[in-house]
């Protein structure tokens, strides 16, 4: 059985976390929540440096918001329950778009073939993957055929950690525009300080 990753967003503002998650509006006009983000542990990919390094949070840790929409998902048999669960602390913004700078995890030579079927995804993975050493022994010829490409596992890895951070940006700028206006505040003193992703395990 998968083993699930749900994350949950959560701001900091006036000594207080509150969830910043978004909502959608069904067709019987009920609002659903949004996970941040939810991946089985077979396709973590770059997220796996934050799993890794998380820190256990207990439920009273939780934004009040977090707690209560984790008390609305819940059966009623196993609410009592939230209370015993272990909750986690991936990291701040910051720790995320930190990830989009790390070193790619392969880099070889591939044909052009390959990297033209995974861009147009047809393919999600490269069946033949060459060294330097390798594309030398080749004859002159089959080596334009060969070109030096850099990837993460799973392939779109990447591109879901840019997701991520523009996602949580976009909440933020929303979760700060429904701060009230205080008159004689700083602008400082009206935004959230920080940001920090939360998950749990299903």
């Known amino acids: 059985m998968s083993v699930y990753y749900d994350f949950f967003a959560e701001a900091y503002y006036n000594g207080k976390w509150y969830n910043i998650d978004f909502f959608t509006m ?3 006009g009920k609002l659903k929540h949004q996970y941040l983000y939810t991946v089985s542990r077979s396709f973590l990919g770059r997220l796996s440096t934050v799993i890794d390094h998380a820190v256990p949070l207990k439920y009273e840790d939780l934004a009040e918001g977090t707690r209560k929409l984790l008390r609305e998902d819940a059966q009623p048999q196993y609410e009592d329950s939230l209370e015993l669960e272990t909750f986690f602390y991936a990291g701040d913004l910051h720790d995320f778009e930190a990830l ?3 070193p790619y995890e392969f880099e070889y030579f591939v044909t052009r073939n390959q990297v033209a079927a995974l861009e147009a995804h047809l393919i999600d993975d490269f069946s033949e993957c060459l060294t330097a050493k390798d594309v030398i022994e080749l004859p002159e010829a089959a080596r ?5 490409y850099h990837w993460d596992y ?3 890895s990447r591109q879901i950690v840019q997701q991520l951070v ?5 909440q933020l700028d929303f979760f700060n525009d429904s701060i009230p206006y205080q008159p004689g505040a700083s602008s400082t003193d009206q935004r959230a300080s920080s940001v920090r992703v939360v998950y749990r395990l299903s």
């Open 154 to 156: 799973p392939t779109n």
């Open 26 to 28: 069904g067709q019987t």
């Open 166 to 170: 523009d996602k949580l940006h976009e």
């Open 144 to 148: 334009d055929e060969y070109v030096l």
């Open 100 to 102: 989009l700078d790390a």
